[in-house]
């Protein structure tokens, strides 16, 4: 992977960090990622299918959805 200096230096220190080698900090890193992605997808694809049955969300429904998922992710 070609990486500038700076960003090589962010990755050797996070993989550092993490007591771990930079090929199994990167590793890590792209599974998770990958994860994430997979997740997202399916979450995304469960809402286009909803939508396609008729199941809508309310703009007001929707704004409660998202200020509790912003409150959890604030309290980890």
Known sequence: ?????ESLASLKAAAAWRDMSVDDYMKSVVETATL???ELAAFVQEGIDSADRGE???????EVWFEARYRSAAAE
């Open 1 to 5: 992977m070609d990486l500038d200096a």
């Open 36 to 38: 994430m992605d997979i």
């Open 56 to 62: 809508l969300i309310s703009q007001e429904d929707m």
